[in-house]
């Protein structure tokens, strides 16, 4: 699957890192972000990705404020990078 | 730029330091703007490649568990202290990044002189104060930024200027002082101004990696909670509200015109800390007393006594003196009480090979009495075998302990005989050394003139130790 220009950019949410705060849905400028019908693992409703129209913009992650709920593909990302 | 934006290697992957359930997530209420300036704080860690040197102080607030996030030194201070106790890290450890990480509470109430007396000095950390116009932590009562017309528990009906006089405007204030390097203030709550606030933050730190001097970042930020609204309402209030009173901009940067500098770590062994306050170092200790003390003499514990002006006291502070430069552990503590004036004095000294645990002496191991009350007041607490030095001119019984080496010496008439009564006090001190062996004349002459404060007295005092050593040797 490396390197497939197909699956870059996207937006990955923890579900249950989220807080259901919403700024992540707000701050989209593609819209892509919605908050979901069931309640995590602490009771918040958690922000998800529509799957597909995701830009990489950043703008979510950097108006989330927990560390860990937002990861931000973003094109021609390949995963070897991570490891 | 990285391809991927995820969570900073400046996090733990895990809060283990955090009590509970959901050690992977933070304290923080949802939208809260702690956790965003957080993010921003550790990326720029991870990016400049400073973890391994960075130290940073949690306050008290909401943001008082940092300490739990951020894969750094860590350091919680009482409130509004931090900047006094990152000046004293970044002074003992200058090619440390010191952070000062503060609420409006923190820093502009409780702490308000102590971040103007840092930013007046000019220490070199970096300061970011979270200002979100609240005491978030404690259930939202109003701070010195609240805004005028802002309802807070303690403001009911909004502040008022009357009442409560006008918000703080901390860079405005700051930026008055001639010291402080960089002063900047931004805010969160759009993507635009996130960014500004990323690259202030990125600002401040950088400029103490070129050691450049004081930089303070004021970041606006949101307290839903506190604030009674959403999220979304909340960094609306801040982005329509809030910056009408807090105006954003550079308030001062003069990191252009600072040189770039590296900040040398200080390097502290035994040897350059005795260098540095002058004593030698243990090794020399031995070798400067001539001869070793009897074990009954060793690692002496002293009262010394007498009346105000008999030099009591400088007879302590000489003996710990010389003892410091012979390379003993010393110390000296006066005591005295309301009867300074006119009546007793007295002081503990320590002289040791050992670490000293307590510089107070309740049971000493040698009482130096100089006149007849002291005896009568100390003898009892000498322990048994111990040894009571005592001025024979003043007084006229001998002290009735049998289980002491007790030694009278007339030392006021020695004294009067060299033309000055007043240096009875180095009589005894001569005495002292001449029966211990704890020093040897050539050390304590040596320090003379760091005690003694008058140059033209030394030989005097000089000509008084010799006598008093004469004396018990003879
Ligand atoms: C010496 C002392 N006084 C008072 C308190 C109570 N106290 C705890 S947090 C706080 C205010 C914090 O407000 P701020 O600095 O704005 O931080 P925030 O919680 O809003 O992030 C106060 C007064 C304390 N912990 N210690
Ligand atoms: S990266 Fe940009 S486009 Fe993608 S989900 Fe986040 S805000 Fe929307
Ligand atoms: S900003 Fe973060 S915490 Fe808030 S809803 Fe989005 S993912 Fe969840
Ligand atoms: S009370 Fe305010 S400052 Fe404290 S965590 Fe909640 S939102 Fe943040």
């Not at chain 2, 960014?195 to 401040?204: D, P």
């Not at chain 2, 540095?276 to 170092?281: F, M, W």
Request: contains cysteine.
């Amino acid at each position: 699957m490396a390197g497939n220009d197909q699956e870059y950019p996207k937006v990955v949410i923890r579900e249950d890192e989220c807080k259901g705060c919403g700024l992540c849905i707000v701050s989209c400028p593609e819209n892509v972000l919605f908050e979901q019908k069931h309640l995590n693992r602490q009771g918040f409703h958690p922000a998800g990705y529509k799957g597909q129209g995701c830009t990489g913009c950043t703008f979510c992650f950097y108006q989330c404020p927990e560390p860990g709920a937002i990861t931000v593909y973003k094109k021609g990302y390949v995963e070897e990078e991570v490891s | 730029m990285a391809k991927v934006l995820q969570k900073a290697n400046s996090f733990y992957d895990i809060y283990e330091r955090k009590s509970g359930m959901n050690k992977d997530i933070t304290h923080y209420c949802p939208g809260c703007g702690h956790g965003v300036l957080h993010k921003l704080i550790a990326e720029a860690i991870d990016d400049f490649d400073i973890r391994d040197r960075t130290i940073l102080i949690s306050p008290v607030g909401c943001s008082v568990f940092a300490y739990y996030y951020f894969r750094v030194g860590n350091i919680q201070a009482a409130h509004g202290r931090a900047p006094a106790v990152a000046t004293g890290i970044k002074r003992a450890m200058p090619h440390s990044i010191v952070i000062s990480y503060q609420g409006d509470g923190d820093l502009a109430a409780i702490g308000g002189n102590n971040i103007m007396q840092a930013a007046n000095r000019g220490e070199k950390i970096t300061v970011f104060f979270v200002n979100n116009a609240i005491y978030g932590m404690t259930g939202g009562q109003m701070a010195p930024t609240t805004i005028v017309g802002q309802k807070t528990t303690t403001s009911p009906y909004g502040r008022k200027p009357e009442n409560e006089g006008y918000p703080v405007r901390m860079c405005e204030l700051i930026s008055t002082l001639e010291a402080p390097l960089y002063v900047e203030r931004v805010a969160l709550g759009d993507p635009r101004h996130t960014n500004k606030v990323r690259r202030a933050v990125r600002r401040g730190l950088k400029n103490q990696i070129e050691n450049k001097g004081f930089s303070f970042v004021e970041v606006l930020s949101v307290c839903p909670s506190g604030w009674k609204m959403t999220s979304e309402q909340a960094k609306d209030w801040l982005q329509e509200e809030m910056v009408k009173y807090f105006p954003l901009g550079v308030y001062k940067d003069e990191s252009s015109k600072v040189e770039t500098t590296e900040a040398k770590p200080h390097v502290f062994t035994i040897d350059n800390i005795n260098e540095n306050l002058s004593i030698p170092t243990r090794e020399s200790a031995s070798d400067k007393v001539e001869k070793k003390p009897q074990q009954q003499y060793r690692n002496p514990k002293l009262i010394i006594a007498g009346f105000g002006g008999q030099g009591v006291l400088m007879l302590g502070l000489g003996l710990a003196q010389a003892g410091m430069e012979a390379g003993y552990q010393v110390s000296w503590i006066p005591s005295y009480g309301p009867e300074m004036r006119g009546g007793t004095a007295n002081c503990h000294v320590n002289l040791s090979t050992e670490r000293i645990g307590s510089p107070t002496v309740s049971q000493p191991s040698l009482l130096i009495a100089m006149n007849a009350p002291s005896l009568d007041k100390f003898e009892k607490q000498v322990v048994k075998n111990g040894m009571i030095l005592y001025n024979t001119s003043l007084i006229d019984k001998k002290p009735e302990r049998s289980d002491i080496e007790s030694v009278g010496i007339p030392a006021t008439e020695i004294a009067d005989e060299l033309g000055n009564t007043r240096v009875a006090n180095m009589v005894v001190l001569g005495a002292y050394i001449g029966l211990t062996g704890i020093l040897d004349k050539k050390t304590l002459f040596q320090a003379l003139p760091k005690f003694i404060k008058r140059n033209a007295m030394i030989p005097l005092n000089e000509k008084a130790i010799e006598r008093g050593i004469e004396f018990v040797q003879k």
